[in-house]
């Protein structure tokens, strides 16, 4: 089982518009951030996205993505969803639409927000099936368990997903570390965990409560992404533990 993170920084990406930098060297690739999103993929070559991030084209392109075989929605903002025409290009090939799924407001939001991806408009064919996760236990050969997440005043998704043995968590945007959280990510293979900034924040993890939530769970190997401008990929990697990987675009690791 595969984990390739497609984006690491937050709302704004590194650098912001305007070129600012923040404490990020400007010499060091890894500290170029495309906003959050991933792609699992398994031994068969199946391949699950989640969340189409505002630079999804440029990703698919980035990391030669022509296929997928499912979509899921950590949440609705803007940096997570807003990427979603770009869904039309893995639609071409496919003779059905690409299964979708998010949780019953997310799916609700996605609908109002997107209605022609979901239902097809004047001749083009629909984009995604959406569906919400209740319905839902398997996609492509994975298992895939969820569980809600604080995100300030709102709440995000949560996922673990399973294959030949290796189990894959994605926690973006939360807030707080909840019961569900721990026992949902619990023994991983690898951890992908929110990391906004060193300071605490109203909506997102910070780097203590990073670490914490991997320490909780007892994951293998914990990759830090969502990533500020105040985050340096070297000074961070030589502050963390072993088992914590700092994430950038394009990294792919092995479960």
């Known amino acids: 089982m595969k984990l390739v993170m497609l984006g690491s920084g937050t709302s704004t990406g590194?650098?912001?518009?305007?070129?600012?930098?923040?404490?990020?060297d400007p010499d060091e690739p890894r500290n170029r951030r495309t906003r959050v999103s991933i792609m699992v993929e398994s031994n068969a070559g199946q391949r699950l996205?989640?969340?189409?991030?505002?630079?999804l084209r440029q990703q698919l392109l980035s990391n030669d993505i022509d296929?997928?075989?499912?979509?899921?929605?950590?949440?609705?903002?803007?940096?997570?969803?807003?990427?979603i025409d770009d869904l039309r290009a893995l639609r071409f090939s496919r003779k059905a639409a690409i299964p979708g799924y998010g949780s019953t407001?997310?799916?609700?939001?996605?609908?109002q927000r997107f209605d022609y991806v979901f239902a097809g408009q004047f001749g083009y064919p629909t984009i995604v099936s959406?569906?919400?996760?209740?319905?839902?236990?398997?996609?492509?050969?994975?298992g895939v368990e969820w569980c809600q997440m604080p995100h300030g005043p709102t709440e995000t998704t949560g996922f673990r997903f399973?294959?030949?043995?290796?189990?894959?968590?994605?926690?973006?945007?939360?807030?707080?570390?909840?019961?569900?959280?721990?026992?949902?990510?619990?023994?991983?293979?690898i951890l992908v965990t929110d990391c906004l900034r060193r300071e605490p924040h109203p909506t997102h993890a910070h780097l203590a409560m990073a670490l914490d939530l991997a320490r909780q769970t007892s994951a293998r190997l914990t990759?830090?992404?969502?990533?500020?401008?105040?985050?340096?990929?070297?000074?961070?990697?030589?502050?963390?533990?072993?088992?914590?990987v700092v994430g950038y675009d394009g990294l792919e690791i092995e479960a």
């Not at 996205?49 to 630079?55: A, F, G, I, K, N």
């Not at 296929?67 to 990427?83: E, L, M, N, S, Y």
């Open 162 to 189: 399973e294959t030949d043995g290796k189990a894959i968590g994605y926690a973006t945007d939360f807030s707080a570390i909840s019961a569900e959280m721990v026992e949902l990510f619990e023994d991983v293979d």
């Open 130 to 142: 959406l569906d919400t996760l209740d319905r839902m236990r398997m996609c492509a050969g994975f």
């Open 223 to 244: 990759v830090l992404s969502h990533l500020d401008k105040s985050l340096d990929y070297a000074t961070l990697s030589d502050e963390v533990p072993a088992n914590v």
């Open 67 to 83: 296929r997928i075989d499912g979509v899921f929605w950590t949440h609705d903002h803007a940096d997570h969803c807003h990427g």
């Open 49 to 55: 996205l989640v969340d189409t991030s505002t630079d």
């Open 14 to 24: 590194v650098p912001r518009v305007g070129n600012d930098w923040g404490a990020c």
């Open 105 to 111: 407001e997310t799916v609700r939001r996605l609908r």
